[in-house]
């Protein structure tokens, strides 16, 4: 007996309304890698929004560290470039992941930002020296049996498994003692890694929720692998401070 299809709105079970610009009535599905304007808005938004946030965050240019010490504009811009390559790998790479996997089922799916998300997400980098965000999500319809749901899932997570695994052992390897290289390669191993093992959480809306109810192996096998790769990072990346 074939298994019964569900249909989908909404991939980290936040209410549609909760996003801009959900499209109303009958979608026709995309085609695999292919982008609507409106995503490529919300993509380049949310990207510009987090990489401002970590600069600030990272930088200790905050509100209360400014008062304190004053701010150093020239260590932001000059960390600017370096969010840019973290939230690039670490945030896009991770939705992208969960669009083209949905694609590959038939499934609409395209990424909206959380205006409220990435208003949080400044707010706690301006006032606080870390980044706590919802940017968005990738939405989607159509019906999808519960093992694609569960792959769609994974599949983002372990974009950045793959990007800390591959990031860490060249920064030990070829750019430990590199001054401009290394700490560039270790902030990005380190991003990836918590991004992975946060987003494997087994709690709603988290993807490990819809991971470990598809396959509680695969579920212990990737998040054995994010954590592992969390130490790892926090014990050789560096730790920015300027």
Not at 54 to 82: C, H, I
Not at 121 to 149: D, I, K, Q
Not at 188 to 205: D, K, Q, S, T
Request: proline letters at 6%; charged letters at 10%; one cysteine or more.
């Amino acid at each position: 007996m074939a298994e019964k299809k569900k249909t989908y709105t909404s991939f980290h079970d936040i209410p549609p309304r909760e996003y801009m610009y959900f499209p109303k009535g009958t979608i026709d599905v995309s085609e695999p890698g292919k982008f609507s304007r409106l995503e490529l808005t919300h993509l380049l938004l949310s990207m510009v929004v987090l990489t401002v946030a970590f600069s600030f965050a990272l930088t200790r240019n905050n509100v209360l560290y400014g008062v304190l010490y004053g701010f150093d504009l020239g260590v932001l811009v000059l960390f600017l470039p370096v969010a840019f390559l973290g939230v690039l790998t670490a945030f896009i790479f991770h939705e992208l992941s969960h669009k083209l996997m949905a694609q590959k089922y038939g499934l609409w799916a395209e990424y909206r930002m959380y205006p409220n998300g990435l208003l949080m997400a400044l707010v706690f980098a301006l006032f606080t020296p870390f980044v706590f965000a919802a940017p968005g999500a990738v939405m989607f319809r159509g019906e999808t049996r519960s093992y694609e749901m569960g792959r769609i899932a994974l599949s983002g997570p372990l974009a950045n498994v793959v990007v800390a695994g591959i990031t860490l052992p060249l920064y030990l390897g070829v750019f430990y003692e590199s001054t401009l290289l290394g700490p560039i390669v270790g902030f990005i191993c380190l991003i990836n890694a918590i991004l992975a093992a946060f987003n494997l959480l087994p709690i709603r809306p988290l993807d490990g929720s819809k991971v470990v109810q598809w396959n509680p192996t695969a579920w212990i096998i990737a998040f054995i692998v994010a954590i592992a790769l969390v130490v790892l990072a926090f014990r050789y990346a560096p730790v920015f401070s300027f």
